[in-house]
């Protein structure tokens, strides 16, 4: 029997650590060796047939042996890591002669290296970190243990209500995260809650709560509270440049960007229409006054008569300021077309006039224009009914426009005073307001009708005496009262008469239409103690007039009544005796006038239980 030589034994690789298997026998030895080239007894090896692999964990003490065929390295895998396995080989050959071991070699299977990838997660916000390879979804699994080596992502995804802010301890930035296992790490993601501003104000008039600008948070809901000053209420509310309206509060729901919310205030004021309808306690009425059947009254019913009667609403404003005045009636086939209506207010008593026998007008409001009126003082408006056809008295509606102080109307200069027809006339004036500014003007004339809506303007009237008329408006939208110039174009007249209720005319406290018989024109007024009524006289050219007055009778008629004359020498004061001389012209002496000055005649009522009579004014030109 032949038998092989003596292997000799390499160990051509140590410790390979497996990806992913974290095994107990994860560990390999890779073995090698060279083939005998002689047998025992010195020939040459002719037939080797294979080797065995004899190996144990303790030195020449072998558990284990593997026939590896006829190679010369092999591969041992399964080691278990942390022990020592100790190995030597055999060659045999085709009659399975084995030989003796060769030498020994040795190898100690380390452990396999781990380590623990930790991911903490800081901030306000909330989100996920995943990494790849698998193992982190953090979220629930916040570590990981990893092989040495392994080159680990991580990636964090913010929820929707925050944004990923950064990486910190092992990563910076916001990218993907890339550590290489070479130690146990900590990761930390800062997730940031996303906010936004809502910015939150108010104008003059009130508050918005919270104010300013309001951080919230992502989805998060917020209300605003929007409380008026004490005499304020809210206007307007403004979401995102949106009006919303009257609104008290308004949340803001899921918010998800940046928001304004913008409060503005206004001025209380009476928040209903003051109507007085017929019947009620500020109603009062001479004549006789009769249920119509006219149909849709306001209210129950309206009232008609004829013949003189006079119907008075009084109205005492709690609130001074403008009013837009208006009336209705009923409507009957037997109406009058024009009914005389008095509407007292902080400017005097103007007279309208009024068609009821025009069907349309029956049964709505029918707006006669814009007054101003003070807080506590009464006024009255009176209808006048007009002879055998019927007058209609039902309701009238004062219907708050604005506090503020209306504008003043000013006429500077009519250059000429004194034109002919065809000739270019110059008319220039202006307007002011204490509380605010001038933004419009209306020039109109008594005969052409409306002449311009600018500051100053020139042009050629039609011949005659024009009643020029300025009013102006304020920023508010506030007309002002008419200011009033006669201008004459032509032939100036001789005689200027001024009746009660013409718009040259002014009053203090409360004049009412007298029910005396043959006063000049329409009607004559009456009133008592210390009021005023004035006459306002614009002479048509510059001269000597002879100046007249109209009172008519009462038997409660004063008899010794200051009339204050005023002319270009200063102003004079006369006495009449209205018990004497009623019902026609009584002469009062001649004055001199000059034209482009407003002169005034100005009676003064004596105390009660005397009455005074305001009726009409004639200027005489004499030369
Ligand atoms: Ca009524
Ligand atoms: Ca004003
Ligand atoms: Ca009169």
Redesign the pocket.
């Given at each position: 029997m032949k038998k092989i030589n003596l292997l000799f034994l390499f160990l051509v690789c140590t410790l390979i650590i497996f990806l992913h298997a974290p095994s107990a026998f994860s560990g390999f030895a890779t073995l090698s060796w060279d083939p005998p080239v002689t047998d025992a007894d010195g020939t040459p090896v002719s037939d080797l047939a294979g080797y065995k692999i004899y190996y144990g964990t303790s030195s020449s003490n072998y558990s284990q042996n593997i026939d590896v065929g006829n190679v010369t390295t092999y591969t041992i895998n399964n080691l278990t890591e942390g022990m020592t396995y100790y190995f030597a080989a055999t060659a045999y050959d085709a009659a399975r002669n084995e030989s003796t071991e060769s030498n020994e070699v040795s190898k100690t299977i380390q452990l396999s290296l781990q380590y623990s990838l930790s991911v903490e997660k800081a901030g306000t916000g909330s989100g996920t970190v995943t990494s790849y390879p698998a193992g982190i979804i953090c979220g629930s699994a916040c570590s990981g243990t990893y092989d040495d080596g392994t080159s680990i992502s991580l990636t964090a995804s913010p929820a929707a209500n925050s944004i990923f802010a950064g990486w910190s301890t092992g990563c910076s930035g916001t990218g993907t995260c890339t550590v290489t296992m070479d130690a146990a790490k900590t990761i930390t993601a800062t997730f940031t809650l996303k906010t936004y501003a809502i910015t939150a104000s108010a104008e003059a008039g009130g508050s918005i709560s919270p104010s300013g600008s309001v951080p919230v948070n992502y989805g998060a809901s917020k209300t605003f509270s929007i409380t008026p000053d004490a005499g304020y209420h809210v206007m307007d509310v403004k979401v995102d440049g949106m009006s919303r309206g009257t609104l008290s509060t308004f949340t803001f729901t899921t918010i998800t960007a940046n928001h304004a919310i913008q409060a503005t205030f206004a001025t209380n004021t009476p928040s209903q229409d003051i109507i007085i309808d017929n019947g009620e306690p500020s109603t009062s009425s001479t004549g006789t006054w009769s249920i119509s059947s006219g149909l849709n009254p306001y209210g129950t019913n309206s009232l008609f008569s004829r013949n003189g009667g006079t119907y008075t609403w009084t109205f005492t404003p709690s609130q001074t300021g403008t009013y837009e005045v208006s009336m209705w009636w009923t409507y009957r086939p037997t109406r009058s077309s024009s009914v005389p209506i008095d509407i007292e207010s902080s400017w005097g008593t103007a007279r309208i006039y009024v068609n009821q026998i025009d069907e349309l007008k029956g049964s709505t409001w029918n707006i006669f224009g814009n007054y101003y009126f003070e807080a506590g003082k009464s006024y009255k408006v009176t209808i006048i009914a007009q002879g055998a056809s019927t007058t209609c008295a039902d309701t009238v509606r004062f219907r708050f426009i604005s506090s503020t102080t209306p504008p003043e109307a000013y006429i500077d200069s009519i250059n000429p005073r004194l034109a002919e027809p065809g000739q270019t006339i110059e008319f220039r004036g202006h307007g002011e307001d204490s509380d605010g500014y001038v933004e419009a003007y209306q020039w109109e004339s008594s005969i052409d009708g409306p002449l311009s809506d600018s500051q100053a303007f020139t042009a050629a009237l039609s011949a005659g005496t024009h009643e020029i008329s300025l009013q102006v408006q304020d920023n508010e939208g506030v007309w002002s009262q008419p200011v009033m110039e006669v201008l004459v174009v032509g032939t100036p007249p001789t005689e200027v008469i001024i009746?009660?209720h013409d718009k040259a005319t002014s009053q203090t406290g409360t004049w009412s239409v007298s029910g005396s018989t043959n006063?000049?024109?329409?009607?004559?007024l009456w009133s008592r103690d210390g009021t005023a009524f004035t006459w306002h006289f614009n002479p048509p050219q510059s001269g000597n007039y002879e100046l007249s007055m109209w009172w008519t009778f009462w038997k409660s008629r004063s008899t010794n009544i200051p009339v204050d004359i005023e002319y270009s020498g200063g102003t004079k004061r006369a006495y009449i005796n209205q018990q004497q001389n009623t019902g026609k012209w009584n002469v009062l002496g001649t004055y001199y006038f000059e034209v482009g000055v407003n002169y005034r005649i100005t009676v003064i009522s004596q105390p009660r239980p005397t009455s005074t009579c305001a009726?009409?004014v004639r200027f005489l030109y004499v030369r």
């Open positions: 009746d009660n006063p000049y024109g329409a009607d004559s009726d009409a």
